[in-house]
């Protein structure tokens, strides 16, 4: 880095000094006079050739001090990373009270270090997908480190106990798979498979993993299987025949793209939480999916029959009739998942009964009730899972999207955690610990439960503002955007 600098700082002196050289050339010539014979006016394409060398030193030296201090930057985010992996390794081997507090204060010094630089790393990030990731692998890490103090509390006081362990392998579990993904992020979508030995690896850990494994984990982190994505595939596919017609390859375009709108449609008609009027509009409307772009693919093959093929008001008709089934389908996908979006919400109260009911449950080492809460809150649980599912098949941006799939993923794994702790209070009732593990558990669930809440109304006011109608022209409008985009209308609009 220091010869790096060191060579910009030389590039900058010398372009420096050839600007001086051609401004004193420069001077002498006008001196000279009108003819102006001398040597300077005769150097100056020297000059030139010289200026444009000494721009491209000075360019390459800068573009290598700026990729050096970025590696830099990742590598000191990659250390850290690896120094709250190694402390975690240390938590989770610990036997007895006085190791744990030792190693979990230097588990918290290094979370500290790590949320400050993924902090700034985040803040860097060009990439609204990559930035969306960071922010669910750092709220991970922050809102599990609670629980991952009450949980191991629990199993090193209670070290026969079962479902502590459960609770506390969950959390070191789900904390790793969010160092893994900050790792991904920061090397931006470049995972470590092989080491010098051959074997796979994933972030220099062992064991090994093998190239399979990281490309479907890869997968895994970077999938857009959505409907709205599904969706804009068509209508962009469809919208590139005005240009090319309907040849074998768009045809085979149009039918790929078909099908994957019905495999995905599947999430919307196959939940049990989708209302039967719901479910009926969404297949009418996939059938007549189908029947235009059928239409449109005749209408077609019939233009590639003529001589010479050129497109007519027959395919634009064909044309605006699959998009205007598309735009429907959009609208009513987007209508089921608010519906149930909006019921989860007016239900508020809900996760708190439940909640207040498995700790009441556990305190009074009552099974069956506990049992019998416990099958309706994991109910509950896969209701606000589906939710989910559906707001991110809708949602219309990366950041959206990202969040809803994340929010997902801890509903499925944090949320039968509560019932796990629960029953861990039930075997200890008057275990304080055991007590506050369920606390801690249950705030961790409703924190979710909020996300949830408010990525649907993050996603209401997008769809909302993307659906609202262009404004009337008028005199708000800048001059520049009343040219290029009112040209005909223009001088009546200003008259008015």
């Known amino acids: 880095m220091y010869e790096a600098c060191k060579e910009a700082r030389a590039a900058g002196l010398a372009i420096e000094k050839l600007c001086e050289t051609a401004e004193a050339n420069f001077v002498v010539d006008t001196g000279v006079g009108g003819g102006g014979g001398g040597g300077g006016g005769g150097g100056r394409p020297e000059y030139r050739a010289s200026m444009i060398r000494a721009a491209r030193c000075l360019l390459s030296s800068v573009t290598r001090v700026l990729l050096l201090a970025d590696t830099v930057v990742v590598k000191q985010l990659l250390l850290a990373k690896d120094k709250v992996t190694h402390s975690l390794s240390r938590?989770?081997?610990?036997?007895?009270?006085?190791?744990?507090?030792?190693?979990?204060?230097?588990f918290g010094a290094e979370m500290v270090e790590l949320a400050h630089l993924t902090g700034d790393r985040a803040a860097d990030l060009k990439d609204?997908?990559?930035?969306?990731?960071?922010?669910?692998?750092?709220?991970?890490?922050?809102?599990?480190?609670?629980?991952?103090?009450t949980a191991s509390k629990v199993c090193l006081r209670h070290p026969e106990c079962l479902t502590s362990r459960e609770n506390r392998d969950t959390v070191f579990c789900q904390m790793r798979r969010a160092m893994d993904l900050i790792h991904y992020v920061v090397k931006d979508g470049v995972l470590d498979s092989?080491?010098?030995?051959?074997?796979?690896?994933?972030?220099?850990?062992?064991?090994?993993?093998?190239?399979?494994?990281?490309?479907?984990?890869?997968?895994?982190?970077?999938?857009?299987?959505?409907m709205y994505g599904a969706i804009r595939h068509l209508e962009d596919s469809v919208e590139m025949t005005r240009m090319t017609l309907c040849g074998p390859a768009?045809?085979?375009?149009?039918?790929?793209?078909?099908?994957?709108?019905?495999?995905?449609?599947?999430?919307?008609?196959?939940?049990?939480?989708?209302?039967?009027?719901?479910?009926?509009?969404?297949?009418?409307?996939?059938d007549r999916i189908r029947l235009q772009v059928n239409q449109l693919l005749r209408v077609g093959m019939n233009l590639e029959q003529k001589e010479p093929p050129s497109p007519g008001d027959e395919l634009e008709t064909a044309i605006n009739?699959?998009?205007?089934?598309?735009?429907?389908?959009?609208?009513?996908?987007?209508?089921?998942?608010?519906?149930?979006?909006?019921?989860?919400?007016?239900?508020?109260?809900?996760?708190?009964?439940?909640?207040?009911?498995?700790?009441?449950?556990?305190?009074?080492?009552?099974?069956?009730r506990l049992d019998e809460y416990a099958d309706r809150f994991l109910e509950h649980i896969e209701h606000i899972q589906e939710v989910c599912k559906l707001l991110r098949h809708i949602a219309t941006t990366?950041?959206?999207?990202?969040?809803?799939?994340?929010?997902?993923?801890?509903?499925?794994?944090?949320?039968?955690?509560?019932?796990?702790?629960?029953?861990?209070?039930?075997?200890?009732?008057?275990?304080?610990?055991?007590?506050?593990?369920?606390?801690?558990f249950a705030d961790m669930w409703l924190n979710l439960v909020g996300d949830v809440k408010s990525l649907t109304k993050d996603i209401s006011d997008q769809i909302t503002a993307e659906n609202?109608?262009?404004?009337?022209?008028?005199?708000?409008?800048?001059?520049?955007?009343?040219?290029?985009?009112?040209?005909?209308?223009a001088p009546q609009a200003y008259q008015a």
Not at 421 to 434: D, E, M
Request: hydrophobic share 35%.
């Open 91 to 106: 938590l989770e081997s610990v036997t007895n009270f006085t190791e744990f507090v030792k190693a979990f204060s230097h």
């Open 128 to 149: 609204e997908r990559r930035r969306a990731q960071m922010a669910a692998a750092r709220q991970v890490l922050d809102r599990s480190t609670m629980m991952l103090l």
């Open 194 to 226: 092989v080491n010098a030995h051959g074997e796979a690896r994933i972030n220099g850990q062992s064991p090994a993993e093998s190239p399979g494994s990281l490309r479907t984990r890869q997968e895994d982190w970077d999938n857009n299987h959505t």
């Open 250 to 286: 768009v045809r085979d375009r149009l039918c790929q793209a078909v099908d994957t709108i019905c495999e995905r449609m599947q999430d919307f008609t196959d939940s049990a939480y989708t209302s039967h009027e719901h479910r009926e509009n969404i297949l009418l409307l996939l």
């Open 321 to 368: 009739a699959v998009l205007t089934a598309t735009r429907e389908m959009k609208h009513q996908l987007q209508t089921t998942a608010l519906v149930q979006a909006e019921e989860l919400v007016r239900g508020a109260c809900e996760e708190s009964e439940l909640i207040s009911a498995l700790k009441n449950a556990g305190l009074a080492t009552d099974q069956e």
């Open 398 to 440: 990366d950041s959206l999207q990202v969040a809803a799939k994340y929010g997902e993923i801890n509903l499925r794994i944090y949320g039968p955690q509560v019932v796990t702790a629960a029953q861990t209070l039930c075997l200890y009732p008057t275990s304080k610990i055991a007590k506050e593990n369920v606390e801690v």
């Open 468 to 489: 609202k109608p262009p404004e009337k022209a008028g005199l708000r409008i800048s001059p520049s955007a009343w040219e290029t985009r009112h040209d005909q209308q």
